[in-house]
């Protein structure tokens, strides 16, 4: 479990990153933001896989939906 924790502690890392680069040129996204490190907080108490599998999905649930006020457009995702 200490390697699934190290990835998704770097992933939601880069996701970070790529919402402050949007953020600091004008983009409307600290609520994302701030939910999101709420997020990479709670990976540190996370008891089994299953936890940190919902927890990463949480952290893309968020990103990918601000892939709309990123771009300006709305985007449809379609699985």
Known sequence: MPLAYEFLNA???N???NL???KNRGRDLEET???IKE???S???ADSIAYLMGVEGNIRDLY???FNTIVRNKIEFIK
């Open 33 to 35: 933001i701030v939910q």
């Open 39 to 41: 997020l990479k907080k």
């Open 64 to 66: 990918y939906a601000a």
């Open 15 to 17: 996701i970070l990153s």
């Open 20 to 22: 402050t680069y949007y």
């Open 43 to 45: 990976l540190k108490k």
């Open 11 to 13: 992933a939601s890392s």
